[in-house]
């Protein structure tokens, strides 16, 4: 029985049934809000997952890899987001109740009144204070600072990670090289937050939770942070090991684990298997399709999807917001894009010069 | 016992500090918190929503709290460590043979990480209730650029151990900055930038270089991340703070529904 748990659970993390697993759960918990928003979904999940912790603890594997000092932030990292994600869920189900009821919202009623700042907040933070730092300083006295060995140059440590908050584009780089995973997308992810407000100019839920008055930015966020960022930290923190393969949490991490690579780019597809001949020597001809690809995903992408899908969105914000909008979503969903070809095709590159460092 | 605290209260002394009353009255409780420097970044008044736990998660209180935890503990730290490539492992080790009961640097460890993701949170709290539209634009950039000082904080506190995990991780991290496209030297277009066959960009003074000040992570890494996490980055997280809660203020307190 133990045994095939454990079978269940490395079977399930191999990370595209790990991805698709996430996303399915998105969907279905903001699909069925209503359901997921009860009291006891979330009993029920934090009951389970410490069931689970004091089950797996025994497995050596697992308490080694969850157990590592420096990994035990991921862990309250993600019972925060989880918990954290089903209050808001919470509080915007019965939000949007009460506005389609035409009754304020849980904020509205309390903001009729005002208190004053002494003593009503300053004690809130005294107290906030005070039972942080005793969990601080537990914390410190049972958990010590991991030291290892020191520095050297010539010896890579295997697998070799960035600090656990970069683990998800560390992940990324699976997919894409460093210029689009390390800098690109980086600079996207600060940009495009702060192009947020600016934006989004739909006026409704400022300073209240809700769904229903902001589908569109809802889903975004949750697919952004929680999908994109949160679980790819996870992922990356716990089930990567030597040569950045994947281990399942109960699985010796072995260094001569290999998986095997034969992935194939765009231009081969095309020339070799489509037309039958061999890649041209010319640069640009030889990777034409990946452009035309390239072009057509970002250029023609969002007019043709202005005129459909996101017409009400398009006549709402305009050209610019628009178009600043739709190009760092397109950058975005490149993500997924490529993963999906990546399982399916084992597609390497869209556009592949390595000769200019230039891989798409 | 009432009347030694009439007496104290009383005195000149005591009139110097405080201005007024023990704060139960309305008057008095205005006081309290005009009259207090640290206070004073509070309004007199605040919503109740303000307040609630369940509203603001307190994560953006925790942040700051945690910051200042960073602050003592990093302040004591310093004392001991020395950013040279010969010593700063030894001093990081004597912390923990030498010092009885010292939990300096773990504070200063977990408080950091945790930190991260108090301001993750943070700023999911203030996407999902939309406190970022008008007039909060501003104050959420400001908390935008506070995300990357906070992560870049992180990131050159990491190195100073000097250890293995340290050296190893930025090493990875700062690789990225080597495909830099036009500034580092396996970036596209970086071939681009030469005059009569000579490259202007390569591993000698690309912005990996500039960064590490070296070809890899090095003396001279050790000393430029000391410099920016001991010195550079606080001094602009403690600016962008105080801008950042002025703001919240100015913006008409925590956000609530008009
Ligand atoms: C070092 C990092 C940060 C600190 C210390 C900090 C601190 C605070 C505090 C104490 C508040 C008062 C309300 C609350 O606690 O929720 C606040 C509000 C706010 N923060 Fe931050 N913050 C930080 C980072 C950020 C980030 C990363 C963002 C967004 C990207 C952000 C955007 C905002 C906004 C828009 C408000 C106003 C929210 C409202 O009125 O409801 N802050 N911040």
Known sequence: ?360 | MKKLLEATTKTQLWKSVFRHGYPDTPRNRTLAVLSNVFLHLHPVKVRRSGIQLSYTWCMGGLTFFLFLIETITGLLLMFYYRPTAELAFQDIMALREHVPIGIMRELHRWAAHLMVITVWLHMYRVFLTGSYKPPREFNWNVGVILLVITLLLSFTGYLLPWDQLAVWAITVGTNMARATPFLGHEGPGAALISFGGLDFVHAGDDVRFGLLAGRFVGEGALLRFYVLHCVGFPLIAATLMAIHFWRVRKDGGISGPL
């Open chain 1, 1 to 360: 029985m133990a045994d095939y748990i454990k079978h269940a659970v490395n079977w399930l993390t191999e990370p595209t049934r790990y991805f698709i697993g996430f996303t399915l759960a998105i969907i279905l918990i903001l699909q069925f809000r209503k359901f997921f928003a009860k009291t006891f979904v979330i009993v029920a999940f934090f009951v389970l997952g410490a069931a689970f912790l004091v089950f797996a603890w025994k497995d050596p594997n697992f308490a080694k890899i969850i157990g590592k000092p420096d990994n035990v932030p991921i862990v309250i990292l993600l019972a925060t987001v989880v918990y954290f994600s089903w209050l808001s869920l919470r509080k915007a189900v019965i939000n949007d109740e009460r506005i389609a009821r035409g009754e304020p919202t849980l904020e509205g009623d309390f903001n009729k009144q005002k208190v004053f700042t002494w003593p009503d907040l300053v004690y809130t933070e005294l107290i906030c204070l005070v039972l942080f730092t005793v969990a601080l300083v537990v914390w410190s006295i049972v958990l010590m600072a991991p030291l290892e060995e020191p520095a050297e140059l010539a010896r890579t440590p295997n697998p070799s990670k960035a600090p656990w908050y970069f683990l998800g584009l560390q992940e990324l780089l699976v997919y894409f090289d460093p210029w689009i995973a390390g800098v690109l997308l980086p600079s996207f992810i600060i940009v495009g937050l702060g192009a947020i407000p600016y934006v989004d100019t739909n006026p409704k839920g400022n300073g209240y939770y809700t769904f229903n008055e902001r589908k569109f930015a809802i889903w975004f966020f949750w697919i952004g942070f929680v999908l994109f960022w949160v679980s790819f930290v996870i992922l990356g923190t716990f089930l990567r090991g030597p040569n950045w393969s994947f281990f399942g949490p109960f699985e010796y991490w072995d260094l001569h684990k290999l998986e095997p690579m034969v992935n194939v780019d765009l231009s081969t597809y095309f020339w070799v298997n489509l037309l039958d001949q061999p890649r041209p020597d010319n640069i640009l001809l030889r990777e034409a399709p990946g452009f035309a690809f390239l072009g057509a995903f970002f250029l023609l992408l969002p007019p043709l999807l202005a005129k459909t899908v996101c017409r009400s969105m398009f006549a709402q914000i305009g050209m610019v917001r628009y178009q600043v909008m739709m190009h760092m979503l397109l950058w975005f969903a490149l993500i997924p894009l490529k993963m999906l070809l990546r399982w399916t095709v084992g597609l390497k590159y869209i556009v592949g010069i390595p000769e200019w460092f230039f891989n798409v």
